[in-house]
């Protein structure tokens, strides 16, 4: 496969040197369409560097087959590559998630592209964490995404969408019996993403050996919050996935001693602002034939329903099954939502712990506010 390449010049340089046993040949790179970081990176390439015009008339003339984008998939540039070649019909488009580094993605152009998805599969959890985004310690553990909606809707998904990586998340999704069966269809519905399963890692040295077994054979990853009480078992932790030959990565972006509050009662955040600080403001959340802007919009009826909060905004999320369903996720990736409004500008940390019981301060930038209501 003859391709051309753009992006981030130094990223591009490493992604030629880590493909060089693949069977791709990067012919130019186009100059026209560089990643700006922000940094003092002197623009360096082996490559011929030729233009997009260039590059389309080279694709036309079947002397390249496509380009790959030397970016991470949640950055804008990266997006407006992506409607770029859409536009212009080019057949091949490798894209990254370099936040989960699953290497070369080739996207399908037909398709509206989301880099990262997740979906609850369990809302509650065993050890409901305090100010937890997915609201835990507000559900019961015997909610659940019914197995016949959540393939009714990963199907849909799949339809309509092409996504480099999909969580399957809670609350703790290692609670399900049939976990088993929720691993299965993702994979059939999505065969060539990046299937992951975010979990506290507690109960894997309990796991039954179907569970481990549809992990291993569909090619899932595990990805595990080292939160305190799993740090102490990370030794039992890996006495079941070794031998299960079952990949698990440890995950300290957001460091588990710690928690990001950011929410507000006051409704007057400046939602660009608060966007820029959210760690949720990629995370498309599957739910209910639905595709929330974030996992908070999602369930965060519940935390109002909770704590009596009437103005709370409700969540809207785009239908999967609606006819202009690629114009309104684009929209969606543009535009904040309502909730934006009550995320706040800045976050506070606070120190990793239980709730017992979960209080509305928890979940609050500034607990101060609680002296208005």
Sequence with gaps: MKVAI?????????????????????KFFVGDLVSDRGEDTEFTTELPTITFFDFRRLVDAGELDGMVVAEDGRKNFTKAVVQTCKFYRIPKLGLL???????????????????????????????????CTHFSPLFKTDEIYPLENFQRDIRQLAKCCDIITFRLIGGEPLLLKNLDE???????????SSLRIATNGLLIPSLPQKILDAIRENSFEIDITLYPPTVKI?????????PNEILCNLMPF????TFNVNMSLRSDSDPIKSQKVCVNDTCRFLRDVKIYKCPVEALSYRFAKKFGLEN???PSGVDLYAQNVSEMLSMLDRNP????????ERTRKIPWEV???????????????????
């Design 6 to 26: 753009c992006g981030y010049p130094p990223l591009a340089q490493q992604i030629q040197d880590d493909l060089t046993a693949e069977d791709i040949e990067f």
């Design 97 to 131: 998630d370099l936040l989960y580094q699953n290497g070369l993605y080739w996207a399908d152009v037909e398709k509206f592209f989301i880099v990262y998805a997740e979906a609850n599969i369990v809302d509650g959890c065993n050890l409901n964490c305090k100010a």
């Design 182 to 192: 929720y691993i299965k269809i993702t994979r059939r519905y999505l065969p060539n």
């Design 234 to 242: 990370l030794d039992k932790i890996e006495a079941v996935c070794v």
């Design 254 to 257: 957001d460091k588990p001693e």
């Design 312 to 314: 709370f905004p409700k």
């Design 337 to 344: 939502v309502e909730l934006c409004h009550w995320c706040s």
């Design 355 to 373: 709730a017992r019981p979960p209080k509305l301060e928890d979940w609050l930038v500034n607990p101060d506010e609680l002296n208005g209501l």
